[in-house]
């Protein structure tokens, strides 16, 4: 199997897995729990704690487990408008995650006012219409440290600095960047930052909210006394366990990891656009994380391609996998300026730390075959597209 859909998740990596297997094993005691059994869990979820807090360049106070990336965003923006009644607009991008996008329009039903700011072909934010849109009723802005489609890495910082000489509280969503270049808080200067522990080899079911310290923010489950009262619920501690080995691991592997999957991308990049004519990169030529890239097979169906190269063993995606099963066009690539039936000819190839000169060599071997035999089959004139 060639495995090329890693942003959508990616396998455990073994040593997480052995290390979740003992302690499922070992440890059934609930961290809550005053006696022995309970303290040691407890003990062991301040290690995974401490782990993860560590490779964000934060303290291990400031972060709260959550159920997913998705929670974490929920959390996150909702959290924030819920502390700040008195604030009422909420701004974020047109290229987010249905994490995010779903929150806004939610937020809307609600009353709030909410932006989504446009992007350019490359998909980069439009800064200056970000300037305009913020208000002093701005309680928060959210904007993606990279997109899970196209992989184009925004201005964290410059948007920070934007939003902090309004007195606005920034988060982003660190899921696609988090374990693929340098996450660190206090660089980023963002207030809040979601991760998930499935994008970087650990568990699904358990995610991270970064909370920097004196950020108002309403708890999202109310009950005991766990995640500082801001999380409610007996901990995932096997998933939270996994997460902490899961980065742990990542900081060990660090810079190896990401020149590795930049190297390999770059010469299945450059396979793919020697090999197939009549193709659109999409993402920015420099700004994007190295391992995604997204390219629309002018008129053909992505579809096809997709469920052609899965004959082969080979694994890619059409779009973010909690939009795979809708109709409708990638929100992403038509924020980009993509028509329509350019976006559905749309195929997402994302690495990881599995990947091997193999898996690349294999798909450079059948996809341009495939590709041309779609065209003959659809009786695609050349010159047409
Ligand atoms: N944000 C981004 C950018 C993502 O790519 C994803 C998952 O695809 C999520 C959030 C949601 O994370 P989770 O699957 O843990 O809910």
């Known amino acids: 199997m060639v495995y090329l859909d890693n942003n959508a ?28 059994i309970g303290r040691e869990v ?21 972060i709260v487990f959550t159920g997913s990336g998705t929670e974490s965003d929920n959390f996150a923006v909702r959290g924030v408008m819920n ?8 701004i974020t991008s047109a290229i987010e995650h249905p994490a995010i996008i779903e929150t806004g329009n939610y937020l809307k039903t609600k009353g709030k006012k909410v932006t989504f700011v446009p992007v350019s072909p490359d998909g980069i ?8 849109a913020i208000t002093p009723r701005t309680a928060i802005v959210s904007i993606m440290h990279a997109n899970n489609e196209i992989g184009t ?3 964290i910082e410059e948007i920070v600095r934007i939003a902090k000489d309004r007195g606005v509280i920034v988060h982003t969503d660190a899921v696609q960047t988090f374990g693929k270049t340098d996450v660190h808080v206090d660089k980023l200067g963002v207030d809040l930052l979601s991760i998930s522990a499935h994008k970087v080899y650990g568990p699904k079911g358990v995610g991270a909210l970064y909370i920097r310290k004196g950020t108002p923010i309403s708890p999202l489950i109310c009950g005991g006394h766990q995640e500082s009262l801001l999380r409610a619920g007996t901990e995932n501690t096997a998933g939270i366990v996994g997460f902490g080995e899961a980065v742990r691991v990542l900081c060990e592997r660090g810079e190896k990891d990401h020149r590795r999957i930049a190297n ?10 020697d090999k197939i004519p009549n193709i659109k990169f999409n993402g920015h030529g420099t700004k994007r994380i190295k391992g995604t890239l997204n390219y629309s ?9 997709l469920l052609s190269l899965g ?43 599995f990947n091997t000169k193999e898996d690349i060599d294999r798909v450079l071997a059948e996809l341009p075959e495939i590709v041309e035999k779609l065209r003959e089959i659809s009786g695609l004139d050349p010159d047409d597209l």
């Open 264 to 273: 390999l991308a770059e010469s299945l990049k450059k396979g793919i656009e």
């Open 9 to 36: 998740t990616t396998p455990l990596d073994p040593r997480v897995c052995e290390k979740m297997t003992e302690f499922l094993k070992t440890h059934f005691g609930n961290p809550s729990s005053l006696y022995p």
């Open 83 to 90: 502390a700040l009644p008195e604030k009422d607009e909420f």
């Open 153 to 155: 890495i925004q201005p």
């Open 297 to 305: 097979f002018l008129g053909l169906e992505a579809e096809a391609i």
């Open 42 to 62: 407890k003990e062991i979820i301040t290690e995974a704690r401490e782990s993860i807090a560590h490779a964000l360049g934060a303290k291990r106070t400031d």
């Open 311 to 353: 004959t082969k063993d080979i694994y890619v995606s059409t779009g973010s996998a909690c939009s795979e099963e809708s109709e409708d066009v990638s929100h992403v690539l038509s924020a980009i300026g993509l028509k329509p039936e350019i976006a559905r000819s749309s195929v997402r190839m994302s690495l990881g730390r």
């Open 125 to 132: 934010i439009d800064i200056d219409y970000l300037k305009d």
